[in-house]
């Protein structure tokens, strides 16, 4: 089956305690993105990466690192959390720049 | 700058009935255009892509949008609405000129009673 899988789905940390949500897609895409939605303000990309070894910043990167060593996987690095970057965080992966496909989602609390 | 606007946070529709869901956007070149709904609980769905061609769409669930380069929208229509098409919809907007950049909409939920 074709899907973007998410891990983990709900994390809860605390202030300063490095993380990683990994993200994996088994479609051969290139494109990858990662996304945080919080009401009322949509989705806003926050990293994405057009094939290995490219990645480029979106709107909200401040906070986040990413690495793309392997088509497959694009994982979100959290260095030192703060309580700002609670939200629920998607990946997504797309052929070219077309229709992404997206993950379950990680619902991400910092205390 | 990219932007995309959704005019109304919530649009409520009886069952059988029409529903539009409004969606503006701006951006420089040429526009790739996107409709994504969101169930609870649940990640991002594609609904239907605008890139070249007809100005017309259709997409998934019955659902179709007309591009309209005038006015810069791109409007969510579909003839009779179901009470399952109960969700949150996304606009996006993003251009293939180097780069992937991907701009939302804050989404727009759609209410249908029965």
């Known amino acids: 089956e074709a899907q973007v899988t998410q891990n983990p789905r709900y994390l809860i940390t605390v202030t300063g305690k490095k993380l990683t949500v990994t993200c994996s897609q088994n479609m051969n895409h290139e494109y990858m993105s990662w996304y945080r939605q919080d009401p009322g303000l949509g989705l806003r990309q926050i990293y994405y990466s057009m094939n290995v070894e490219v990645t480029d910043k979106g709107d909200v990167p401040e906070g986040y690192k990413v690495s793309r060593k392997e088509k497959r996987n694009f994982p979100l690095i959290l260095e030192s959390p703060s309580p700002n970057q609670t939200s629920l965080y998607f990946c997504?992966?797309?052929?070219?720049?077309?229709?992404?496909?997206f993950g379950p989602g990680t619902r991400l609390t910092v205390t | 700058a990219q932007s995309v606007a959704q005019p109304e946070d919530q649009v409520n529709v009886a069952e059988g009935n029409p529903l539009t869901v409004k969606c503006t956007y701006s951006?420089?070149?040429?526009?790739?255009l996107f409709w994504y709904v969101q169930y609870p609980n649940r990640g991002l769905q594609f609904l239907l892509k605008y890139i070249t061609g007809d100005n017309l769409v259709k997409g998934s669930y019955g659902f179709e949008a007309e591009f309209n380069k005038s006015q810069t929208s791109f409007h969510l229509k579909k003839p009779s609405a179901l009470v399952s098409d109960s969700a949150l919809y996304f606009c996006a907007v993003s251009r293939n000129t180097g780069g992937f950049k991907t701009i939302f909409g804050a989404g727009t939920r759609l209410f249908v009673k029965a």
């Open positions: 997504a992966s797309s052929f070219s720049s077309y229709e992404q496909y």
């Open positions: 951006v420089s070149g040429n526009p790739y």
